[in-house]
């Protein structure tokens, strides 16, 4: 445990870029040998605006990566947040507890408040209209969405206490996590359910994407399943019936231009349909 904790302390930036374009390269390559959906589209084209929105993410968090450095450094020289206030916690502890907890208010939390809070899912809705969900998808967030994502982590540092080392794991680990549970590929269903009660499946994270509520507001986790199991906001839903898209922007076309999906969380608030979950 000591060597991880060593070497997420200094990762290289070449290493961390590695994990994304390696993680990416990965999950494409599975999505053509084990394909969910057979989608009827041109993989690169669809991949443009998403490896867009990849890159608009990388730019912003490298811009203010030096707040979380410094936030990181503060607790740890000061002893301050969760993980530093209880006693005689076992490394393996302090890290497995800081990186659940920075999932929790980093992903979870931040993921819920973007469904709840209308300014709010008007720019996360970037990432809902995407009708052909796969692995590039993980990462089509609208620039806004960047930096909120980027501040929940940040408090989230500060309240949990936690060390560079835990935050460069997290990220890592929450980088392939998305990648995995976006990617276009059929598990066997057992597999699928039996990873769903620790990680966050593939066919758990469909779910979220089906064009309705209530499905759209549900199954938030990022790496840990845990934390919908806990707060009452996992569902299922058969992978067969998924729909993906967001049922007041089904405009396919549009929802594929980055100059559209820059403007769309300035569109008015448009109320969306919920269905029977039952049906």
Same mark, same amino acid.
């Given at each position: 445990?000591?060597?991880?904790?060593?070497?997420?302390?200094?990762?290289?930036?070449?290493?961390?870029?590695?994990?994304?374009?390696?993680?990416?390269?990965?999950?494409?390559?599975?999505?053509?040998?084990?394909?969910?959906?057979?989608?009827?589209?041109?993989?690169?084209?669809?991949?443009?605006?998403?490896?867009?929105?990849?890159?608009?993410?990388?730019?912003?968090?490298?811009?203010?990566?030096?707040?979380?450095?410094?936030?990181?450094?503060?607790?740890?020289?000061?002893?301050?947040?969760?993980?530093?206030?209880?006693?005689?916690?076992?490394?393996? !502890?302090?890290?497995? &507890?800081?990186?659940?907890?920075?999932?929790? $208010?980093?992903?979870? =939390?931040?993921?819920?408040?973007? *469904? @709840?809070?209308?300014?709010?899912?008007?720019?996360?809705?970037?990432?809902?209209?995407?009708?052909?969900?796969?692995?590039?998808?993980?990462?089509?967030?609208?620039?806004?969405?960047?930096?909120?994502?980027?501040?929940?982590?940040?408090?989230?540092?500060?309240?949990?206490?936690?060390?560079?080392?835990?935050?460069?794991?997290?990220?890592?680990?929450?980088?392939?996590?998305?990648?995995?549970?976006? !990617?276009?590929?059929? &598990?066997?269903?057992?597999?699928?359910?039996? $990873?769903?009660?620790? =990680?966050?499946?593939?066919?758990? *994270? @469909?779910?979220?994407?089906?064009?309705?509520?209530?499905?759209?507001?549900?199954?938030?986790?990022?790496?840990?399943?845990?934390?919908?199991?806990?707060?009452?906001?996992?569902?299922?839903?058969?992978?067969?019936?998924?729909?993906?898209?967001?049922?007041?922007?089904?405009?396919?076309?549009?929802?594929?231009?980055?100059?559209?999906?820059?403007?769309?969380?300035?569109?008015?608030?448009?109320?969306?349909?919920?269905?029977?979950?039952?049906?």
């Amino acid at each position: 445990m000591e060597s991880i904790v060593t070497y997420f302390e200094t990762i290289p930036s070449l290493h961390r870029s590695l994990i994304l374009v390696g993680g990416l390269t990965l999950f494409w390559l599975l999505e053509g040998t084990l394909p969910l959906f057979n989608f009827k589209y041109k993989k690169w084209k669809h991949a443009v605006p998403n490896l867009f929105f990849t890159l608009t993410t990388i730019i912003i968090n490298f811009g203010l990566a030096f707040m979380l450095v410094k936030t990181a450094d503060w607790v740890k020289v000061n002893d301050f947040g969760i993980i530093n206030w209880i006693p005689n916690l076992p490394l393996w !502890a302090y890290v497995l &507890l800081g990186v659940l907890l920075l999932d929790f $208010i980093g992903a979870y =939390l931040a993921h819920y408040v973007e *469904h @709840k809070v209308k300014p709010l899912w008007m720019v996360h809705l970037v990432h809902h209209t995407d009708h052909n969900v796969d692995t590039t998808t993980a990462n089509r967030h609208h620039p806004l969405e960047s930096v909120i994502r980027f501040v929940f982590t940040l408090i989230g540092v500060f309240i949990i206490g936690a060390p560079i080392a835990i935050v460069m794991l997290y990220q890592s680990m929450s980088l392939v996590a998305t990648q995995f549970s976006h !990617a276009n590929i059929k &598990l066997p269903k057992t597999i699928d359910k039996a $990873i769903s009660y620790v =990680l966050v499946s593939p066919d758990m *994270h @469909k779910v979220h994407h089906h064009y309705m509520l209530p499905y759209t507001d549900s199954n938030y986790g990022n790496i840990f399943s845990i934390w919908d199991r806990l707060f009452g906001t996992f569902m299922t839903l058969d992978r067969d019936a998924i729909v993906y898209g967001v049922d007041t922007f089904p405009d396919e076309e549009a929802n594929g231009k980055i100059g559209e999906l820059l403007k769309q969380p300035f569109h008015k608030y448009r109320k969306p349909t919920t269905i029977n979950s039952s049906e």
